[in-house]
T-cell receptor
């Protein structure tokens, strides 16, 4: 069974608007971390934001926030005030600490296009 | 501050040839990983290492071998390249198993 599911292959958003990228995950581990990475067309992988499974508050990093709903096993990325430079592929990933030696599992990604 | 360095950045092989990809990190990280990314897809784990001298198989290990003789280096080998191994390869590292990954810039490999 796929452990990370990103159901939106592609998304469009108008510049300056907010956008939510969906991510659901599956794990039986109690201790895990959820990550979002950005991959622009140049190909590098850029870390955006992290949420630990025991964190009670939703993580925020500048214009990025992670909407963490543990019971629903979802970890959606919210980008506020979209910019043209946000156009990229976005990957949700999970690291299971106790059972999998910290191996990261990635979703298939969502391609975000910001329209001017 | 170099971070994670992968060499080479591009490589073209003929079917049956062998090659080694080198990953070097200067952050004293314990954990190192090799991923492959096929077009339009996420990253899939090939092999990983949780410390010097240790390696383990990931999700798609067939056709690859790895070695971690030194803590800072993690080598990925293809003994007999196949067209199905055409992909972008990423090396990544982290200090602890709960922390974010630091990625290299990737290696574009084409097998003809």
């Amino acid at each position: 069974a796929q452990k990370i599911t990103q159901t939106q292959p592609g998304m469009f958003v108008q510049e300056k608007e907010a956008v939510t990228l969906d991510c659901t995950y599956d794990t039986s581990d109690q201790s895990y971390g959820l990550f979002w990475y950005k991959q622009p067309s140049s190909g590098e992988m850029i870390f955006l934001i992290y949420q630990g499974s025991y964190d009670e508050q939703n993580a925020t990093e500048g214009r990025y926030s992670l909407n963490f709903q543990k019971a629903r096993k979802s970890a959606n990325l919210v980008i506020s005030a979209s910019q043209l430079g946000d156009s990229a592929m976005y990957f949700c990933a999970m690291r299971e600490v106790n059972t999998n030696a910290g191996k990261s599992t990635f979703g298939d990604g969502t391609t975000l296009t910001v329209k001017p | 501050n170099a971070g994670v360095t992968q060499t080479p950045k591009f490589r073209v092989l003929k079917t049956g040839q062998s090659m080694t990809l080198l990953c070097a990190q200067d952050m004293n990280h314990e954990y190192m990983y090799w991923y492959r990314q096929d077009p339009g897809m996420g990253l899939r784990l090939i092999h990983y290492s949780v410390g010097e001298g240790t390696t383990a198989k990931g999700e798609v290990p067939d056709g690859y071998n790895v070695s971690r003789l030194k803590k800072q280096n993690f080598l990925l080998g293809l003994e007999s390249a196949a067209p199905s191994q055409t992909s972008v390869y990423f090396c990544a590292s982290s200090f602890r198993d709960s922390e974010k990954l630091f990625f290299g810039s990737g290696t574009q490999l084409s097998v003809l």
